[in-house]
Nanobody, 120 residues
Framework: QVQLVESGGGLMQPGGSLRLSCAAS????????MGWYRQAPGKERELVAMITRAADTNYADSVKGRFTISGDNAKNTVYLQMISLKPEDTAVYYCYARIMPLGGYNDDYWGQGTQVTVSA
């Protein structure tokens, strides 16, 4: 019954910017953390950025200083502002959330992924 809905992916030139959004909806009691992972072809899925309900954040070294994660607890929504995009940022970006659903225990949830392509 919990669903993560992503938006904001697309094609961008190197040096450009994109903003990803992800909203968790459904029978949610609480959200402990939300974040973003990405997976490039032939590579493992990797953490990009994470934010807790208390607004603690962490980033992959490869994006630190270029990407900013933020959240809106009232909307159960997380954002990823990406600037100075590089071709190596090209990947499918997946929204992640750790959620306590109604009638259940904390569990991990994933969005379907949104393609980010950085190319000249």
């Amino acid at each position: 019954q919990v669903q993560l809905v992503e938006s904001g992916g697309g094609l961008m030139q190197p040096g450009g910017s994109l903003r990803l959004s992800c909203a968790a909806s459904g029978s949610i009691v609480s959200v402990a953390a939300m974040g973003w992972y990405r997976q490039a072809p032939g590579k493992e899925r990797e953490l990009v950025a994470m934010i807790t309900r208390a607004a603690d954040t962490n980033y992959a070294d490869s994006v630190k200083g270029r990407f900013t994660i933020s959240g809106d607890n009232a909307k159960n929504t997380v954002y990823l502002q990406m600037i100075s995009l590089k071709p190596e940022d090209t990947a499918v970006y997946y929204c992640y959330a750790r959620i306590m659903p109604l009638g259940g225990y904390n569990d991990d949830y994933w969005g379907q992924g949104t393609q980010v392509t950085v190319s000249a």
